[in-house]
């Protein structure tokens, strides 16, 4: 099924973000997706068909307010952009995970998206005394405030999936969970697949919801239901 809805997606060179394109490559629901990030990326090294629906916008985060033209048009928000502490310390994780996703999705709000779909994480808390969960719950709530049409956040577990970069502490978390996950499949881990799968799906079901939070069993849920 084809239709006029037009997309942007941030985070679109990570991990969940790349399977999202994947995916959206082969699905005609939107007309037109635009990706949103710092860098400029060969599509084809993202595996996607350059079809003519894919365009590449380069901004600065930092004064993301000045871009709002690349934001005009869309209806839905992708979110999966993000960072490690261990990249740059723990103000700039905050930065990245928190105040761009905002400050990003206030420029979308005022451009005219009515459906922004956030990757935030199991365990996000804004009173948590762990930065990371403290972070991602700062983002939630901040985003709630927005007051978008509909707000979508998805509260993925571990992410599974091939990594093109080194994190050791993401894979001792992965050796150490396996067994769990392994038996327990829906409840501590999701792959990259099955949340971009789960994102796309969602963007096509109507709800009454204005704020919908989707944990890592929901996501599980909704993938299966997209096949
Ligand atoms: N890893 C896990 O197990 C796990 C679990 C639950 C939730 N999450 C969350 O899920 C989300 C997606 O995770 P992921 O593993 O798919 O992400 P990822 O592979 O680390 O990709 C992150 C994306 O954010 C962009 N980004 C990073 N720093 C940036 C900056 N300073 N300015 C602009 N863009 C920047 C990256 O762009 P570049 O390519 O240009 O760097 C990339 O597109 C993240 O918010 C993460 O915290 C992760």
């Known amino acids: 099924m084809s239709s006029s809805v037009t997309a942007f997606v941030l985070g679109y060179t990570g991990e969940t ?17 635009v990706l949103i990030g710092r860098r400029q990326v060969d599509l084809g090294d993202l595996q996607i068909a350059d079809d003519g629906r894919f365009t590449q916008r380069v901004i600065d985060f930092d004064e993301v307010e000045k871009y709002a033209d690349d934001f005009k048009g869309c209806d839905v928000g992708f979110c ?7 990249k740059g310390g723990a103000a700039h ?11 990003s999705a206030k420029v979308a709000k005022d451009a005219g998206c009515s459906h922004f779909q956030v990757v935030t994480a ?4 804004k009173n948590s005394s762990i930065l990371y969960n ?13 007051n978008f049409q509909r707000l979508s956040i998805f509260q993925p577990a571990l992410l599974l ?12 978390f992965k050796v150490i969970s396996f067994p769990f ?16 799968r789960a994102m796309i799906y969602n963007t096509k079901q109507q709800t009454s919801e204005k704020v919908e939070v989707i944990d890592n069993r929901k996501i599980h849920e909704l ?4 096949k």
């Open 17 to 33: 973000g790349k399977a999202l394109l994947k995916q959206l490559s082969g699905d005609n629901y939107f007309s037109n997706i």
């Open 80 to 86: 999966c952009m993000g960072t490690t502490r261990g």
């Open 93 to 103: 994780f905050v930065k990245v995970d928190r105040d761009y996703v905002v400050n």
């Open 122 to 125: 199991y365990g996000a808390d």
């Open 134 to 146: 403290k972070t991602k719950g700062e983002v939630e709530e901040q985003l709630k405030n927005i």
């Open 161 to 172: 999936g091939k990594r093109e970069e080194s994190r050791p502490l993401e894979t001792f």
């Open 181 to 196: 996950t392994k038996l327990f499949p829906t409840l501590g881990s999701v792959h990259f697949d099955v949340l971009a």
């Open 223 to 226: 993938s299966k239901l997209a």
